[in-house]
């Protein structure tokens, strides 16, 4: 049982360029997350799904896109990088509304050059 | 505006002694509290929760204390051992679980 799968898990991407981080999980959860985390700081929440075609946004979500096609994946793209998204990206997943546990992956760290 | 703080970056503890880290939060309207255990290249892992009506769950060597008055939790860790050394995030959520909100992290080193 895999769980929460991220790739890549590291990137340069030089300001300007586009990418999409891939999240797949095989739990059959319902909500999936994305979160950052900048050095010294909590994660912060950038777009979270509560199921497949249902998005929202979280509070950094400014730079970012996301989808949810199917009930595994949910990528996230970077549209056109900036040094300011230079992170560590973490996806999660949970299984229903009153399971508070989240599931994370092992995190892409990108830098923004 | 961080909702959810860890005020100290690391703590240092000795092996078999008791490790306390703690959190404050700022929004009333949390009702439930997680903390997760990060080791390094890898991604947080769910470690022990509470719920807002309680005043302490305990897991084996892990017990949280939450004082909704005082707007605080703290996580103890008795005895500690050298595996719990890691970065320990404190979260916090309100009744529809949608979002979590994440302190920034404390340090933990536990010396043999």
């Known amino acids: 049982n895999a769980g929460v799968t991220q790739t890549p898990k590291f990137r340069i991407l030089k300001i300007g360029q586009s990418m999409t981080l891939q999240c797949t999980q095989d739990m059959n959860h319902n909500y999936m997350y994305w979160y950052r985390q900048d050095p010294g700081m909590g994660l912060k929440l950038i777009y979270y799904?509560?199921?497949?075609?249902?998005?929202d946004k979280g509070e950094v979500p400014n730079g970012y896109n996301v989808s949810r096609s199917t009930t595994e994946d949910f990528p996230l793209r970077l549209e056109l990088a900036a040094p300011s998204q230079t992170s560590v990206y973490f996806c999660?997943?949970?299984?229903?509304?009153?399971?508070?546990?989240?599931?994370f992956g092992s995190g892409t760290q990108l830098s923004v050059l | 505006d961080q909702q959810v703080k860890q005020n100290s970056p690391s703590l240092s503890v000795q092996e078999g002694r008791i490790s306390i880290l703690n959190c404050d939060y700022t929004n009333s309207m949390f009702d439930y509290f997680l903390w997760y255990k990060k080791y390094p290249a890898e991604g947080p892992t769910f470690l022990i929760s509470?719920?807002?009506?309680?005043d302490k769950n305990e897991d084996g060597r892990f017990t949280v204390f939450l004082n909704k008055s005082a707007k605080h939790l703290s996580l103890h860790i008795v005895p500690s051992q050298p595996g719990d050394s890691a970065v320990y995030f404190c979260a916090a959520s309100a009744d529809n679980f949608n979002k979590f909100y994440f302190g920034s992290g404390t340090k933990l080193n536990v010396k043999p």
């Open positions: 799904s509560v199921g497949a075609g249902i998005t």
């Open positions: 509470i719920s807002s009506i309680k």
């Open positions: 999660a997943s949970r299984v229903t509304s009153t399971n508070e546990k989240l599931f």
